[in-house]
């Protein structure tokens, strides 16, 4: 392994710094990004209308059966 003068060592470390806090960033801004919900429901704004009324419906439709159940008794 060739030895590495303090300097060199130095400059290294500093590349590495620059290159994580570049890395860091963007992370930063794909973490943002994916839990941005709003923007998610924007993108998505079709099928969160189908989820909601399909939820609304098996919902409404549990509720409905089960009073229809305690009103047979």
Do not use: C, H
């Not at 890395?23 to 839990?35: A, P």
């Amino acid at each position: 392994m060739p030895t590495r003068s303090p300097d060199e060592i130095r400059r290294s470390v500093q590349a590495t710094r620059t290159e994580l806090t570049y890395s860091l960033n963007d992370l930063q801004g794909k973490v943002q990004q994916l839990t941005d919900w709003r923007q998610q429901l924007r993108q998505n704004k079709q099928t969160a209308m189908i989820v909601a009324g399909v939820a609304g419906f098996v919902i409404g439709g549990g509720i409905a059966a089960t009073f229809g159940l305690f009103r047979r008794r």
